[in-house]
């Protein structure tokens, strides 16, 4: 079965992330004005990142199970967690869990066991720092993504194929992204063909829409062509939708309408639940 393939030391998973750097990510969420969406999301890819060092944590140190890797498009198309596009974007789990930017205090409200809630501090990593400037040019950033799967297809023929999440608040300012995002989701490992999986940011109080399986029910044109730029989910993450709580069907496909915050989080978590081997 495709998309069953272990992930392993010798056999890692790609996750690269594409992120919408451009002007309008200044702009705040609709329900929390105080929150601009750049913030957010970087906030919540450093989190990620956080929890995948977590996973990879063993008696003998971090193992590299994952190349984590993001591209930043805006003003310019850049790698945004060391390197260069596009034989150093992809960083293994182990040198980030050494190497983040700084370590920032902040607080966190956990229950204190009498029904109510304490507010304590802890240690939160920066990899990735929030930008918001230029436009929106998406199909450079998917042609640079597409080089950077390449090279990691070269070394890892047989891995669990790579995971590309985009999250973006605007339309394309370079053009139709169409052939772009097929092109990059025909690279394939023996495992299967790459996912690539799409977030649209909201600044409006409307509730997400996640994981489609048709596109009947949409209006926006770029809404359709995000729709069909994403990759259907494979079982193993149509199980991790449905584990959280959401409606999906066998031919849902990775894209997220109208994300709040909340659903920034959600997406990040589903579309990166992939179980590495302890190998």
Known sequence: MLYSAQISRTSPACILFLLDQSGSMAEPFGSQPELKKSTMVAD??????????LRC????G????????????????????????????????SK???HPLRIE????????????????????PIWLEAEANGRTPICEALSAATLVVMGFLQKY?????????????????????????RALRKLATSDGETLLFNLLL????????????DDGLLIDAYAKLLFRMSSVLP????????????????????VVFNADPAAVVRFLDIGTRVSPVLK
Do not use: M
Request: proline share 8%; charged share 20%.
């Open 235 to 254: 079982p193993r993450l149509l199980d991790a939708a449905r584990a959280d709580g959401i409606a999906v069907e066998e031919k849902s496909r990775g």
């Open 105 to 124: 205090t902040r607080e966190k409200l956990i229950p204190d066991g009498a029904g109510g809630v304490i507010e304590q501090r802890v240690k939160f």
């Open 96 to 98: 980030l869990s050494d």
């Open 157 to 181: 023929p047989n891995s669990y194929p790579p995971i590309v999440l985009n999250l973006t608040d605007g339309r394309p300012s370079d053009g139709i992204p169409l052939q772009q995002a």
């Open 57 to 60: 944590a063993k008696a003998d």
């Open 202 to 213: 909201s600044t409006n109080q409307t509730l997400p829409i996640y994981f489609l399986s």
């Open 62 to 93: 971090v193992r590299d199970y994952f190349h984590v890797g993001a591209i930043g498009y805006g003003k310019t198309v850049k790698s945004c967690l060391g390197g260069k596009i596009p034989f150093e974007v992809l960083q293994p789990i």
């Open 44 to 53: 919540a890819v450093n989190r990620l990142i956080q929890n995948l060092v």
